[in-house]
């Protein structure tokens, strides 16, 4: 079926309610690579304002899940909502924020740290019409470099703002593209792995606008394999292996007999 833009929607439109709350909703989803399935009848309902954990072993498929959550890969059946709408008009509204894993970032792209930042305001600049939406961005209303410095200094990056970003160590990097998803300003937040291989300071400065995104009221799904910081920081985990094996509040879920589901009897919670 075709929506209004003429965009190819595989089974997206008509089937969400407009009046939905939830924030993310998945009803039925399967995702397949070659037709390797890959994600099968997942069903979830996310309120807004939450910060969501989603856990499972490698290659359950947690990043293919954000990649539909994103608009990045299809469904190959069911259907998926932000915000009651389309991902594709979710996304077009700019209300979804991605940061990938580091794994699947080009760190060789040519661009100063600032501009990495500012890249996240595009879709805000864009918004505005007028001829300063086909210009470079360096050319960008004050306020939008404005907002990315704030950002940078928010994730402690200010000093950097004129390197490369292809000269940072990891954890700066993964600091940088947090900056980036902060200045955008959605009110999803998908953050894949964010706590992989940063150090003690970076992970209390991440934890540290995890409560300040929260308390914007945004919605953050994140994925990480850190139960502390699930236990700490999550008002609901998911826990994922090619299909929803539970999913509720941290101390309900977090049993060991639901991880021996999740990870084949190989993961204790041993703490
Ligand atoms: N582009 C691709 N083409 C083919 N198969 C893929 C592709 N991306 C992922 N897969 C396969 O899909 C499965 C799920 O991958 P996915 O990246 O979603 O796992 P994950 O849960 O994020 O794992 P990890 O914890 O290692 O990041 C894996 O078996 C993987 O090999
Ligand atoms: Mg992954």
Redo the contacts with the bound molecule.
């Keep these: 079926m075709n929506d209004a833009t003429g965009v190819r929607q595989r089974q997206t439109t008509t089937q969400i309610p407009r009046s939905s709350t939830a924030a993310v909703a998945a009803n039925r989803v399967s995702a397949v ?2 037709r ?1 399935p ?1 994600l099968r009848d997942v069903s979830f309902s996310l309120g807004a304002g939450q910060l969501v954990a989603i856990v ?10 954000f ?1 539909l959550l994103t608009g990045i890969k299809k469904p190959a059946g069911g259907t998926v909502s932000v915000f009651g709408d389309t991902v594709y008009r979710a996304r077009r509204d700019n209300r979804i924020a991605y940061v990938p ?1 580091e794994a699947e970032i080009d760190w060789d792209y040519p661009i100063v740290v600032h501009d990495v930042v500012l890249s996240g305001r595009f879709g805000r600049i864009r918004e505005e019409g007028g001829l300063r939406r086909i210009l470079p961005p360096r050319f960008a209303a004050r306020r939008h470099h404005e907002v990315s410095a704030s950002a940078l200094d928010a994730v402690g990056m200010s000093d950097y703002a004129g390197r490369p970003i292809g000269a940072l160590s990891g954890g700066q990097k993964k600091r940088v593209f947090l900056a980036r998803a902060i200045a955008q300003d959605a009110d999803l937040l998908l953050l ?2 964010p706590l992989a291989g940063i150090d003690r300071a970076t992970e209390s400065v991440f934890f540290d606008v995890l409560v300040e995104l929260k308390a914007a009221g945004k919605t953050v799904l994140m ?1 990480t ?1 850190d139960f502390p910081t699930v236990e700490q920081f999550a008002d609901t985990v998911m826990l ?1 292996s090619r299909s929803v094996i539970e999913i509720g509040a941290p101390a309900a879920v977090l049993t060991d007999e639901n991880l021996e589901r999740t990870y084949h009897g190989s993961v204790r919670r041993a703490r």
């Design positions: 690579y070659d390797d890959v499972g072993p490698n290659g359950a498929g947690k990043s293919t899940l990649k894993q894949d792995e994925i394999h994922l």
